[in-house]
């Protein structure tokens, strides 16, 4: 066991190099074998990095997410996007909003049967969970996709649809989980109807800000790129804003994936060049080795004790909105047929903003706020042992992972 910060890190990162090797032998993506490894080194197995260690490298996590969120941005190009515009924005919305629903309807049916707690009723416990836990289903990680996708050197409609649909998914979800607390807050106190407000209000007022707080850091680093001569300070500017823009947004409380992703879009539309993101691209594996391996280090086999069962209706019900949604979102908008036919299996993905909401449920909801992050949590670790692979499969399929076989046209 280790509590030394440094030493935690240096085990994590090594570590991690052996488990994505072994992955890659095995062909899976390599950020699998970063989530096992992470399994390994947690509390609930090994023990050797001690929880509260875990908990003092959370800072680690959100400059990962917050360099991860900007090379998202970078890839959403005005050029490419408004090809598939229409496509982009029913899947996004439609997806959502069937995990959403499916999710909620399979907790609050079977929740009473899985917990069977005593003295509560549907509309004061069961139903406001179910509403809340539906919502934060409503989002999906956005480091598994860039990961596998850079991993393969993917590229093609498929591709673009999914880095612009996780770009805004993140939105979606943040507005989805006020409202669900809105609505959650006084049916579970008995105070009556929700604020519109509190529902609405909020959350467009923090996605506008986190936008407006990254449009401002990318225009700065706009500026900046051009005054700057080599490589090696490039590099230096572009991690300094990232890391600037992460703690202003953890100060003010606002979403910090979202201003990242906004500095990453007003930079590849502003600038000619890649080099600000290239540059970036150089220390891609290990941002992705330690996100990985520290999502799977806060895993707790004693939550599955528990949420067990209700973690698998979680996880089916889940996979059934997002799957029958993006097919039906891109039949509707009449996406290319590699969308609609592979979308679906790359939308399972689930990690930093899943958990965050999670823990903003805990405090907003302490009536089941225990139990949704753990619920939660442990949904996040299955989907990310389950999703790569699936990522992997869509892309190959649709033909557009370097050195793979474009799919036959229909005549």
């Known amino acids: 066991m280790t509590t030394d910060l440094a030493l935690a890190i240096g085990v994590m990162i090594i570590a991690g190099y052996f488990g994505g090797q072994v992955a890659k ?5 390599r950020i699998t074998g970063y989530i096992v490894v992470g399994l390994l080194l947690s509390p609930s197995v090994l023990n050797l990095v001690p929880r509260a260690t875990v908990e003092s490298l959370n800072i680690i996590t959100s400059v990962a997410l917050g360099i991860i969120a900007y090379a998202i941005g970078g890839s959403l190009r ?29 907790v609050v049916f079977l929740a009473p049967r899985i917990l069977g707690i005593p003295q509560v009723t549907v509309t004061q416990f069961y139903f406001p969970m179910a509403f809340v836990i539906g919502a934060i289903a409503c989002a999906t990680d956005p480091a598994t996709i860039l990961a596998v996708t850079r991993e393969y050197r993917a590229k093609g409609p498929l591709t673009t649809t999914l880095l612009a649909l996780v770009a805004i998914d993140d939105a979606v979800a943040v507005i989805a989980f006020a409202i669900a607390v809105g609505v959650a807050q006084p049916l579970v106190s008995g105070a009556g109807g929700a604020s519109l407000y509190q529902m ?49 947004t953890n100060l003010l409380g606002v979403s910090l994936i979202m201003a990242n992703m906004a500095i990453g879009f007003v930079v590849t539309n502003r600038v000619d060049e890649d080099e600000p993101f290239i540059v970036v691209e150089g220390v891609d594996e290990l941002v992705f080795a330690i996100f990985f ?6 895993f707790d086999f004693d939550i599955m004790k528990v949420v067990g069962v209700m973690v698998l209706v979680i996880f089916a019900t889940r996979f059934a909105g997002k799957y029958y949604g993006a097919r039906v979102g891109a039949k509707i908008s009449h996406a290319p047929d590699t969308v609609k036919k592979y979308a679906g299996f790359a939308l399972l993905p689930q990690a930093g903003v899943a958990m965050g909401l999670a823990l903003l ?5 302490p009536v089941f706020g225990d139990i949704v992050l753990n619920a939660t949590l442990a949904a996040v670790i299955i ?10 499969y869509g892309i190959f399929k649709a033909g557009e992972a370097a050195g793979s076989v474009k799919p036959v046209p229909k005549a």
Do not use: D
Request: aromatic residues 6%.
């Open 293 to 298: 391996v520290l999502a799977g280090m806060h």
């Open 383 to 392: 989907n990310q042992l389950v999703s790569p692979p699936l990522v992997k």
């Open 200 to 248: 609405l209000g909020v959350p467009f007022l923090e996605v506008i800000e986190s936008i407006g707080i990254g449009t401002a850091f990318g225009f700065a680093l706009v500026y900046i790129t051009k005054l700057v001569k080599t490589r090696a300070l490039l590099l230096l500017v572009v991690l300094g804003m990232i890391t600037l823009c992460t703690g202003v």
């Open 78 to 106: 005005l050029q490419s996007i408004r090809k598939l515009g229409r496509s982009i924005a029913w899947i996004t919305i439609v997806q959502a909003l069937a995990a959403w629903l499916i999710v909620t309807l399979g």
């Open 25 to 29: 032998k095995l062909k899976l993506p």
């Open 361 to 365: 449920a805990r405090n907003a909801l």
